[in-house]
């Protein structure tokens, strides 16, 4: 065998060994410096030999080096996490063998536990705010004024009075004195027409009935009244009616006195006309003349009373107003000490105003008629 081609064998086999970059190639000049040329056989097979033991060697060398670098890369490098069971096993497998080789490294010094307590800073204080609150918006829109104190209604204290009148005493108030005219039997005995008076006449008629309706004239009055009374009292009058029923006999002289006992702001007779002519119709009062020798110094206040009640019940109404009516014969009115007048509401001696005066609705429309004019009269 040739020695140069066995040596480049030896070469390559080292280089399988990861040691080519120990083991430089043998040039041709180095071989015949280190090797002389040899021609007989058996030297050369001593040549062989001599260098398969060095190649042993060199193989030892690299196996040596190998696992002295992989000890290194063990200490120095840490293993990438393994993603396989498998790469983990080799990696221990790896550590261990490491472990047989080097010394065990020595455990960390243990710092001193300090028996002085450790200083705990208090919180830090939050910073006060040196800039005031917002004030809130002041209204400018004043509270509400407290609604004012209702007076508590006076109760209204019912009486009987002379002659069979009732009184509704409404506190303080001015009281207004109703008379429903007439009554459902007349009275014919005779009384004084006027104080001191020799003129006699009869006490209270029965009064008219309906030309159509047949209702007597006491029957409308009384209602018209009832419901006059209770309008007054809600606009705090006190009302004194002369009659609450049919069935009295109360004169016309006494009714007047009613008024006068318990001075009567305003003493309001109420009636319905009637007449031989049916076409007849409409609204009017009866008033003293000034020239009344019984009530004459109350010729202005009756006429201004009648006046006041005719306007609001013919605006009320739109029943036609006729005026006044002056007469110094009638006993109820020359009687009185009071303001006085005697309102007809109406003729029921026509067919149209008697069928309008006995419908509540419209007797309705006459009592607030009324009580507006009285108002009217006060300046309420």
Request: aromatic share 4%; with cysteine; hydrophobic share 35%.
């Amino acid at each position: 065998m040739n020695i140069k081609r066995e040596l480049m064998l030896i070469l390559a086999a080292g280089m399988l060994c990861g040691c080519s970059a120990d083991l430089k190639p043998i040039t041709d000049t180095e071989t015949s410096n280190a090797i002389p040329s040899q021609t007989n056989e058996p030297e050369s097979e001593t040549s062989l030999t001599i260098f398969f033991s060095a190649a042993s060697e060199s193989q030892s060398a690299c196996e040596s080096a190998r696992e002295t670098s992989s000890m290194a890369e063990t200490e120095t490098d840490t293993p990438p996490e393994s993603t396989a069971a498998d790469e983990t096993d080799t990696t221990i497998d790896e550590t261990e063998n490491a472990s047989d080789t080097e010394e065990s490294p020595e455990p960390p010094a243990t710092e001193p536990t300090s028996t002085v307590p450790p200083v705990t800073e208090p919180p830090a204080a939050e910073p006060t705010s040196t800039t005031p609150p917002a004030a809130e918006p002041t209204s400018t829109t004043p509270p509400a004024a407290p609604e004012p104190a209702q007076p508590s209604e006076p109760a209204i204290t019912v009486s009987a009075v002379s002659f069979g009148g009732i009184l509704y005493k409404n506190g303080d108030a001015p009281i207004i004195c109703i008379d429903p005219g007439h009554m459902a039997a007349g009275s014919y005995t005779k009384e004084p027409s006027a104080p001191g008076s020799s003129e006699m006449k009869a006490r209270a008629s029965a009064g008219t009935a309906g030309v159509v309706s047949r209702v007597r004239e006491s029957v409308v009055n009384l209602q018209v009244s009832l419901m006059l009374k209770e309008i007054l009292l809600a606009r705090g009058y006190s009302v004194l009616m002369t009659r609450e029923s049919e069935n009295v006999d109360i004169s016309n002289m006494e009714r007047a006195m009613m008024a006068n006992e318990y001075h009567s702001a305003a003493f309001v007779r109420i009636h319905c006309n009637g007449s031989t002519d049916q076409s007849v119709k409409g609204i009017l009062a009866v008033a003293p003349s000034a020239a009344n020798p019984y009530v004459g110094a109350l010729y202005e206040q009756c006429r201004a009373l009648s006046n006041t009640i005719l306007a609001a019940m013919s605006s009320k109404t739109g029943a036609y107003n006729r005026g006044i009516l002056q007469s110094d014969s009638m006993s109820g009115i020359n009687w009185s000490q009071v303001p006085v007048t005697i309102i007809e509401m109406g003729f029921m001696s026509n067919p149209t105003e008697d069928l309008l005066l006995t419908d509540s609705s419209y007797q309705l429309l006459l009592a607030a008629g009324i009580a507006d004019g009285i108002d009217a009269y006060f300046g309420r």
